[in-house]
């Protein structure tokens, strides 16, 4: 009986006909074939005492139709789950995920088709405005940086000097024109804002470094690998080991330089607040046929389920994305955690720009 069903099933599924009309079709034979049943039951079994097995026979061909209806609009409908499933999928933000085709099921299968079309579009369309915003991002702040460097860096340097000016004339003044104490009072208002002056230049120099860092446009990658690696020792506590193969940083374009520059530094600066860590590994490597950069820390971890769509984490996503790269983020608590991002390596990477900024 089992495999008697299965055959019926397997040979419905060959069948060249939409979702509607597979179950119209299963349910008319279902009830051509009771009906025959039904015609001999009752052509050879007239007396009274026989409408006992008459009744039995009609329950049981109920029952046989419920079953057969149950596992032929399962088996039907089986393409509508997956679909179902998909869409849970890509809800819960697994936006690689494409429904499959149901080759046997025209209707479905061009239902399948223009889903995986529409989500293709949606998803070049999302990459290509993360590019935008990126390189928007990337403009402003290398706009910020440069005025605060020559307009607010200057404008400090200049009051710095004055304040030195005024500094050497206190000091000058005889003791007649000003009581000694006052003069030593003076003095030192002086030099607390002179180191107050001091500071607040250093503080806008960190910043404009970090925020588009000179050196980055001036030297290249590595050098930028370089100075990130000592920055974070500076001011985020952070003993980095940096390893740099010579091949990885060849002939990488703008684009290529940047996206992992911005990678390692949102990795560390998440070491620093997050990892309760003093120490952090960053690897730049070829591993054919990719370039892989590797972050990687001993600290407290973290679940990454629970923070799949941190702002951070979704930007190095997004990052690695844009140029046909992939980012992974593995971490459980009280192990410590890993970005791991593979890039292609294309044959010409000084070409790779984003199709709205050529």
């Known amino acids: 009986m089992r495999k008697s069903l299965h055959s019926l099933l397997t040979w419905v599924r060959t069948w060249q006909l939409s979702l509607f009309e597979k179950v119209i079709l299963i349910n008319t034979l279902m009830l051509v074939g009771e009906a025959l049943a039904g015609l001999w039951v009752t052509s050879h079994n007239l007396e009274t005492q026989h409408y006992l097995i008459d009744t039995g026979f009609l329950v049981a061909a109920t029952l046989f139709t419920l079953v057969i209806n149950s596992l032929v609009i399962r088996t ?23 429904a499959p085709l149901s080759p046997n099921d025209g209707e479905l299968h061009e239902l399948a088709h223009a889903f995986n079309a529409m989500l293709d579009r949606l998803e070049n369309l999302r990459h290509e405005q993360a590019q935008i915003i ?90 930028a690998l370089r100075w990130l690696a000592d920055d974070s020792q500076k001011h985020l506590q952070l003993e980095i080991v940096l390893t740099i193969e010579e091949e990885a940083i060849k002939g990488l374009s703008k684009l290529y330089e ?7 530094q949102e990795s560390l600066t998440n070491v620093a607040r997050h990892a309760h860590t003093s120490h952090a590994w960053i690897s730049l490597r070829v591993e054919e046929p990719s370039l892989r950069l590797t972050i990687e820390d001993k600290g407290c971890g973290f679940q990454t389920d629970q923070h799949y769509k941190s702002t951070g984490l979704f930007g190095m996503r997004e990052r690695a994305t844009q140029i046909g790269g992939v980012c992974e983020i593995r971490s459980r608590p009280g192990q410590g955690t890993q970005v791991s991002v593979r890039l292609p390596l294309p044959e010409n990477a000084g070409e790779i720009l984003p199709p709205k900024i050529r």
């Open 76 to 98: 039907s409908f089986r393409p509508l789950f997956r679909l179902l499933f998909v869409i849970r999928e890509i809800s819960a933000g697994r936006t690689q995920i494409r």
């Open 134 to 223: 990126f390189q928007t991002q990337e403009d402003e702040r290398r706009r910020i940086a440069l005025e605060l460097h020559d307009e607010a860096g200057q404008t400090l340097t200049a009051l710095l000097i004055h304040e030195e000016l005024l500094q050497q004339q206190l000091r000058s003044l005889s003791e007649d024109s000003l009581s000694t104490i006052v003069q030593i009072e003076l003095i030192d208002e002086v030099q607390q804002l002179m180191s107050l002056t001091q500071l607040t230049l250093e503080n806008i120099r960190v910043l404009s470094q970090q925020l588009r860092p000179s050196v980055l446009d001036d030297l290249g990658l590595a050098a």
């Open 258 to 264: 940047t996206t992992i520059f911005r990678i390692a």
